[in-house]
């Protein structure tokens, strides 16, 4: 059974920085594309990066520039850089952890906060 925990979140001003961390454990990791979603407030749940097993990665459009996804398979840790941070940052970031093609392997964590204060 595949576990994964988000951790690295919390409250900083706008511009600044922050590294979040998904640890994914009970799963092969190096066959597993992980992908950070977020959530805001009265908002739908979006993908922000993901990084495949074939170390391809993917941003959306409003934090390419900012933020960079990262992984390291030793350690079976998905990274996600935040940089210049706005307050639109503000969110719940989850991370997510499949196998491509297979809907049994398909794990979100709880989630971290993200606070980005003006």
């Known amino acids: 059974q595949g576990h994964v925990v988000e951790s690295g979140g919390g409250v900083v001003q706008s511009g600044g920085s922050l590294r979040l961390s998904c640890a994914v454990s009970?799963?092969?990791?190096?066959?597993?594309?992980v992908a950070w979603y977020r959530q805001a407030p009265r908002k739908e749940r979006e993908m922000v990066s993901s990084?495949?097993?074939?170390?391809?990665?993917t941003y959306t459009e409003s934090v390419k520039g900012r933020f960079t996804i990262s992984r390291d398979d030793h350690k079976s840790v998905v990274y996600l850089e935040m940089n210049k941070r706005t307050p639109d940052d503000t969110a719940v970031y989850y991370c997510?952890?499949?196998?491509?093609?297979?809907?049994?392997?398909?794990?979100w964590g709880q989630g971290t906060q993200v606070t980005v204060s003006s």
């Open positions: 997510n952890a499949n196998v491509p093609g297979y809907v049994n392997v398909d794990f």
């Open positions: 009970g799963i092969v990791f190096t066959s597993l594309d």
């Open positions: 990084y495949s097993w074939t170390h391809k990665k």
